[in-house]
């Protein structure tokens, strides 16, 4: 069994896991993980990154959330201790864990990638929320409680995803944010100005 096919089954059995204890049966490798890992190896494709320490990274870095371990203040240092408790258990080499366990420590926000693999996992991290706004609106609603018509909420709810994402990521997904931001806030806000 190959590291990236272990990982995946442990993601794969903790997703079941969190599905069957999850009151709106949230399906966390479907709507968020698998997007991630595909975001991920992308940008590793088009960067020059190590694949299989991004996509172990992308498979791991929500870990601690989905094994409900600890809080999502500090999801990130609980991730980081399951993504190496599992990876010493398959016997993976101390000195690409370290990298993989980097992508987890660091994915909360872009500007904190020490490296270009960590860009990768924090980046596509961000890239997956603006491929599934229905899941963004499902979690501020539930989560967050941000209500229907709190447009400057939402509007900074998606700017500070934007402010996390890498300089030269930005560049290539700039036109895209800007239609989304359009279609989901453009009359809002026309509305919004005309009555301030
Ligand atoms: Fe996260
Ligand atoms: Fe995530």
Same mark, same amino acid.
């Given at each position: 069994m190959t590291v990236i096919e272990y990982i995946k089954d442990k993601v794969l059995r903790a997703n079941r896991e969190y599905l069957e204890h999850s009151p709106e049966r949230f399906d966390f490798w479907e709507q968020h993980i698998r997007l991630v890992v595909r975001e991920a190896l992308a940008l590793a494709d088009e960067y020059g990154a190590d694949r299989e320490i991004v996509e172990l990274g992308a498979l791991l870095h929500d870990m601690a959330l989905l094994s409900r371990v600890g809080t999502r203040q500090d999801h990130h240092i609980n991730g980081a201790a399951i993504a190496d408790r599992l990876l010493t258990e398959y016997g993976y080499p101390d000195d690409r864990k370290k990298r993989v366990l980097g992508c987890v420590l660091h994915?909360? !926000? #872009?500007? @904190?990638?020490? @490296?270009i693999e960590e860009l990768c996992v924090g980046d596509a991290d961000i890239l997956s929320h603006f491929h599934n706004i229905p899941m963004c609106f499902n979690s501020a609603f539930r !989560? #967050?409680?941000? #209500?229907?018509?709190s447009v400057d909420e939402w509007i900074s709810y998606f700017e500070q995803e934007w402010n996390d994402l890498s300089e030269r990521t930005k560049v290539k997904f700039r036109q895209r944010y800007e239609n989304i931001m359009d279609v989901l806030f453009g009359a809002l806000k026309e509305d919004w100005q005309s009555r301030a």
């Open positions: 994915h909360r !926000s #872009s500007q @904190n990638a020490e @490296n !989560s #967050s409680r941000i #209500s229907t018509g």
